[in-house]
């Protein structure tokens, strides 16, 4: 640990603390507070610490106890000096907050006899020793998380009450402590997923530790990439030209790319060159930064521009939307969407919209009455006005708006009938109706399928392992669809970390990455889902596009389905109103196939493509319809 002085009018502070800590590894403190004037009775030490990440089941603060890791004790160095120590919760509107045990963050140090000048108490925070017993305690660890692309950062706040009145002057008394990655592990190669004959395309290479965590400084110069032709096998070495790789093929077909001349574990980017397809554009529409209130109250560091700065330097997605978290729209800033945070989401979507780099779209998720929506908004919101308190329900949204051009994408998770106060947070299983859900709306047309958060809203039949643990009755896609519903699928990590794309992400084929033609795209349901890898899968039956509607064609239906995995799949399998019509196993990792559905349609019919990877991971296209 390294000592840190800092002299101030009331005392002098020593902290001996590691500047820097590797992820999951041990943390420890000290601090020596030597008073330079008297402290009155009932005068105090408050010490905020940082959270790790957004929710977390583990106490980070918690007074001494002999049984658990991360407590912290104080003790004068003379037997006179009283000194107690109680745990505080961090303040939050959400009570749902404050319940976890990751809200015990404050730690009040409390001087019952104050403190005189020259004398000096000790504050300790983990490690593995007990009072007067060596080795007597696991360590306190930090997170798993080191992947800010400007540094991840333990921030402690220090507060001196000298006068016992409750009045708290803030002393910066801690260094900044920087979280960094563990050693490299595993190469993660991005590639465009659609590309065209000699036309050249760019590949990134992420070095990351075994917790995802990038490591920007690897030196990858002595990296050898090889692109292959899966079909004719022929093999072309990528190098660097000027800190880039960048490559060209010359034939329509199916492609990948993996990386040799190095130990680490190589995660592949596949490709499928198409002379005929639109541009594959992978995006995470369903994400938050602490613009949201409650994730605000108790952050980690999830500001706007941490998140598109990971969006476009890590996870390398093409479009993103943040949308941050509402029950309404008012002033009332602990729990909604204020005018003030609004102004923010949109320029901060403006600031890191790039043409052609990064695509963003401001968003906020509205706490609705049938269930939580993701509202995400064409243009620049400045375009757009603040919505009006009487926006209380999607259909309220759908009304406001009804001359701009914005998507509703519903997310199908336990929790319905709007929750208007979030203790009600824990009224999962309730609330849902068939009735709030009869209103269709040209600006719904997608709907999440996936989701990082809480699971696979998919069906009713198949396992949750997530946070949903089971779906609702009624309330799952292919219920929707079978009711009529037209929405093409979604898939989004819905994080609060700062993290976008490090789950499910959406693909989405658009002739260019702009704002325009990805938004226009996304409204034509020319959409994939995939629980994380980038799956490509081109479907069209009898020459129709994924996401169309197409009336009175009853000729027998050859279904064209093209897929590449970067792993192997298990079986491609096509759904036809919520049932499997066939499946196709596979043994590799590409198939180009064409099954026919000869049976006379005597109904409304809709198919989907479900591509099952070995490694449990899964993708999804949008419907195609026939009326």
Not at 209 to 225: A, V
Not at 270 to 277: E, F, G, I, R, T
Not at 558 to 567: F, L
Not at 578 to 593: A, K, L, P
Request: proline share 3%.
């Amino acid at each position: 640990m390294k000592e840190h002085i800092l002299n101030t009018e009331v005392g002098t502070l020593v902290v001996n603390i590691c500047d820097e800590i590797v992820v999951n590894g041990e943390l420890e403190w000290e601090l020596l507070f030597k008073a330079k004037q008297n402290i009155e009775k009932g005068g105090s030490i408050k010490i905020l610490v940082p959270a790790y990440q957004h929710q977390r089941s583990e106490e980070y603060l918690q007074t001494y106890d002999y049984w658990k890791p991360n407590y912290i004790y104080a003790v004068g160095e003379e037997d006179d000096i009283k000194v107690d120590v109680r745990i505080e919760k961090i303040p939050s509107a959400f009570s749902h907050i404050t319940g976890w045990v990751d809200s015990n963050r404050i730690a009040v140090v409390a001087l019952d006899n104050g403190l005189k000048e020259g004398q000096t108490i000790k504050i300790k925070f983990g490690g593995v020793d007990r009072p007067w017993l060596e080795g007597e305690c696991t360590p306190s660890r930090v997170s798993q998380f080191s992947f800010r692309v400007n540094g991840t950062y333990l921030i402690y706040k220090v507060f001196i009450d000298k006068m016992g009145n409750g009045e708290y002057q803030e002393i910066k008394a801690f260094p900044l402590v920087r979280v960094v990655p563990d050693k490299a592990r595993k190469i993660v190669l991005t590639a465009p997923s659609i590309i065209k004959t000699d036309e050249g395309f760019n590949i990134n290479i992420n070095v990351i530790d075994r917790f995802n965590n990038p490591i920007f400084d690897y030196d990858t110069d002595n990296f050898k990439l090889v692109i292959s032709n899966l079909d004719t096998k022929e093999k072309t070495i990528i190098t660097k030209v000027d800190d880039i790789f960048s490559g060209k093929v010359s034939r329509e077909g199916f492609y990948e790319i993996i990386a040799e001349g190095t130990d680490l574990h190589a995660e592949k980017a596949v490709l499928l060159c198409d002379n005929s397809a639109d541009n594959l554009y992978w995006g995470d529409i369903h994400t938050h930064s602490n613009l949201t209130a409650n994730i605000r109250d108790n952050d980690c560091g999830a500001y706007p521009s941490e998140g598109y700065l990971y969006a476009k330097e890590v996870s390398r997605l093409d479009y993103i939307c943040i949308s941050e978290q509402t029950f309404m729209f008012n002033e009332d800033r602990s729990v909604n969407v204020d005018k003030e945070t609004w102004n923010k989401i949109g320029t901060e979507s403006d600031r890191f919209y790039e043409k052609g780099s990064l695509v963003t779209f401001p968003g906020i998720e509205l706490h609705s009455k049938r269930g939580d929506t993701v509202v995400l908004f064409r243009d620049s919101l400045s375009s757009y006005e603040y919505p009006s308190e009487d926006v209380l329900d999607i259909g309220d949204m759908w009304k406001f708006y009804k001359e701009k051009e914005f998507l509703s994408i519903p997310h199908l998770h336990r929790y319905c009938n709007g929750r208007p106060r979030k203790d009600e947070q824990e009224q999962k299983f309730t609330g849902f109706n068939t009735q709030n859900w009869k209103e269709d709306n040209e600006h719904e047309v997608l709907c999440e399928i996936y989701s990082s958060q809480w699971g696979r809203f998919e069906n009713d039949k198949h396992p949750m392992i997530l946070k949903a643990r089971a779906n609702v009755e009624g309330n799952t896609v292919v219920d929707f669809l079978n009711s009529g519903k037209k929405w093409g699928t979604a898939a989004n990590s819905d994080g609060h970390d700062g993290n976008p794309g490090y789950g499910g992400i959406t693909g989405v084929y658009a002739s260019e990455k702009t704002r325009e033609s990805i938004f226009e795209s996304l409204s034509s349901r020319k959409t994939l889902a995939s629980t994380h890898p980038r799956t490509v899968i081109k479907l069209d039956i009898n020459g129709y596009d994924m996401g169309s509607i197409n009336e009175g064609d009853k000729s027998p239906r050859d279904i064209n389905i093209k897929t590449i995995a970067p792993s192997n799949i298990k079986k491609v399998e096509v759904i036809r109103n919520g049932e499997v019509f066939c499946s196709e196993s596979c043994t590799s990792n590409y198939m180009d196939i064409t099954v026919t559905d000869r049976e006379e349609l005597d109904k409304d019919t809709y198919y989907y493509i479900r591509v099952v990877l070995e490694n449990g991971h899964l993708g999804w296209t949008s419907p195609i319809w026939f009326i």
